[in-house]
């Protein structure tokens, strides 16, 4: 990360980043171990033993660079933005605009596209309220996935009572994709009453990699791609996929940072300009305002300063920053590379277990070499209820989540009372892949044994 | 630390006490906690003063929420339904053997008294869910 117009001193944190990660050029080549070393909390000992981290669905853990981040921000840079003339107030919105400015460009997107939030919940209720409620219409159509997680269900589920809207689900396929050609003959029934489309990038529960450019095209074919909003729900993916928010025909993008190495409590919402103009303030009060009178308030009129009502966490974003840079120096092809041969083995050997079945795509690749999963695996266990699977697995030190995810229309429509998830991040390894399969053999051995009566 | 799945558990997991349902004069109850995949129904009989007479539950969940239904249900015959509602967690708890549940598995232990408490002595003869 080069900040323009910056030297690059010892008070840079650009450069203090660079000397954690041990080099001192601009695009140095990491290798896995240095990744790995990043991240104190994977030393961690469980039960007596070394924490295999295979919840990242859930959260994921930190690399040195963003914990040092949030703390030198409030040691040397901490003031209100955008609101003092002095100098520290000055190095404060400095380090507010560079963060947007750097996770804007992560995504390819501009500054202006980008209204920080706390996470994916509070950005697609944002996009549900402040672009729902001006914008949708009695008897409109709002369609989400079927597995999709709550916050991208019940948002749009509660517009559509409040806007007198039909609220519908789209058909999954098989293995959790898009069932494409049912998805098309929805579209095409409801096409002039159809508004809001809002999908997850990728599945949280099943792993599956959703054809939402398939589903933009389909649009565009009706006719009726200016009518829809096309919102996606990238919490699961935006540490997975590659997003480019500028070739992407979509409108939103919602994130969240600390499922991508970045601090809990910051996230985003990337919006198109032209779907912008269309948003109404949902939060009211200091800093989105241009005057406040008795008789009337009226709105700033920069439309990064418009969405954002109060003090941000600046120290937050400057994490989330140190996060996307600390993405970019593994460089997209590495991060895929190292996810498609831990996930594609995990499979291989939970695939070996006769006890385990996987839900959602059995391979990373489907028939015609097209990735259709992210590293997260979610699987049944015959006889035995995910929670003890889950309760063994953690006496091995092994993390994983258990229940249903967030995604209850999912599972009550698949009839799974509830499943265990393991996910995986940049820093796991395949023999703590190894450690998870001999984990799950004792789940068989504990639940197997005689009992004296 | 304990041993969750020990032997004592496992047996009221794998040969639930109670499991099915009653015929006759009964109130019944159910209690589900879909985010964690736990169900349970319980019928139960009482006298006039209240006490439970007899008792079954079906319900499919984890090893912690069926074999608290069964070592509670066990002890529940010949109680007032009252005592059975007050239960606190602890004693349920120390039922199974244990000398403590983490968090997240205290409403596992619970699905059993939590199903028991929807139902009122003067429901006698109806079912409440």
Redesign the interface.
């Known amino acids: 990360m080069i900040l323009p117009g910056k030297r690059r001193g010892k008070d840079d944190p650009s450069g203090k980043f660079y000397l954690i990660m041990g080099h001192m050029s601009d695009s140095p080549t990491l290798s896995f171990s240095d990744i790995r070393r990043q991240f104190p909390i994977l030393d961690k000992q469980i039960?007596g033993k070394p924490l295999v981290y295979f919840d990242n669905s859930a959260t994921t853990q930190k690399p040195n660079s963003v914990l040092e981040a949030i703390t030198e921000y409030y040691t040397k840079y901490n003031a209100n933005i955008h609101r003092g003339v002095h100098q520290l107030a000055e190095e404060s919105t400095d380090i507010w605009e560079k963060s947007r400015q750097t996770v804007a460009s992560f995504f390819r997107a501009h500054p202006e596209e980008l209204i920080v939030t706390r996470n994916t919940t509070e950005a697609l209720n944002l996009l549900a309220r402040g672009w729902g409620e001006s914008q949708v219409k009695p008897g409109e159509v709002i369609l989400v996935g079927l597995s999709e997680h709550h916050s991208n269900f019940v948002p749009w589920q509660k517009l559509a009572d409040r806007q007198q809207a039909k609220f519908m689900t789209l058909p999954i396929a098989s293995e959790g994709l898009l069932d494409l050609p049912a998805i098309f003959a929805l579209l095409k029934e409801h096409k002039n009453q159809l508004r809001v489309i809002s999908i997850q990038q990728a599945s949280n529960t099943l792993g599956s990699l959703m054809d939402i450019s398939a589903v933009s095209q389909m649009l565009k074919d009706l006719k009726i791609r200016d009518q829809v909003l096309l919102s996606v729900d990238a919490a699961q993916s935006a540490a997975h996929q590659p997003i480019n928010f500028k070739t992407w025909d979509v409108d939103a993008v919602s994130f969240s940072g600390h499922k991508m190495y970045g601090p809990m409590g910051i996230g985003g919402l990337l919006v198109k300009s032209k779907r912008l103009a269309e948003f109404e303030p949902v939060l009211y009060g200091g800093g989105m305002i241009s005057t406040v009178l008795p008789e009337e308030t009226t709105y700033a009129e920069d439309v990064q300063d418009r969405f954002t009502a109060g003090t941000p966490d600046v120290a937050s974003l400057y994490g989330l920053a140190a996060a996307c840079d600390f993405l970019k120096e593994i460089g997209w092809p590495a991060i895929l590379a190292h996810e498609e041969e831990l996930t594609q083995y995990a499979l291989d050997q939970l695939k070996k277990l006769p006890e385990i079945t996987i839900v959602g795509p059995q391979n990373m690749r489907d028939e015609a070499g097209k990735q259709q999963r992210i590293g997260a695996i979610s699987f049944l266990y015959q006889q035995?209820?995910?929670?003890?699977v889950a309760?063994?697995l953690d006496r091995h030190g092994v993390a994983v989540r258990s229940?249903?995810h967030c995604t209850?229309p999912l599972?009550?429509s698949q009839g799974?009372?509830?499943t265990t998830r393991a996910s995986f991040g940049v820093y796991n390894t395949k023999s703590e892949v190894d450690t998870l399969i001999s984990a799950l053999k004792d789940v068989k051995r504990?639940?197997g044994?005689q009992?004296?009566? | 630390?304990d041993d969750?799945?020990q032997?004592f558990i496992?047996?009221h997991y794998?040969?639930p006490r109670n499991f099915g349902h009653l015929d006759g004069e009964k109130v019944s109850s159910e209690m589900t906690n879909?985010?964690?995949?736990?169900?349970i129904k319980v019928d139960v009989k009482l006298d006039d003063q209240g006490i439970i007479t007899d008792v079954a539950w079906q319900g499919?969940?984890?090893?912690?929420s069926m074999a608290a239904a069964s070592v509670v249900s066990e002890w529940a015959v010949g109680q007032p339904l009252k005592a059975v509602k007050e239960m606190p967690i602890d004693e349920i708890v120390a039922k199974l053997g244990l000398e403590q549940i983490s968090h997240s598995?205290m409403k596992?232990a619970y699905l059993f008294v939590h199903a028991i408490q929807k139902i009122e002595a003067t429901d006698k003869g109806r079912s409440s869910s």
């Open positions: 039960h035995v209820h995910a929670h003890d309760q063994i229940g249903q209850m599972h009550v799974w009372l509830a504990v639940f044994r009992v004296k009566n | 630390m969750l799945y032997d496992l047996d794998k040969n879909l985010s964690c995949g736990d169900g499919e969940g984890c090893a912690i598995r596992c």
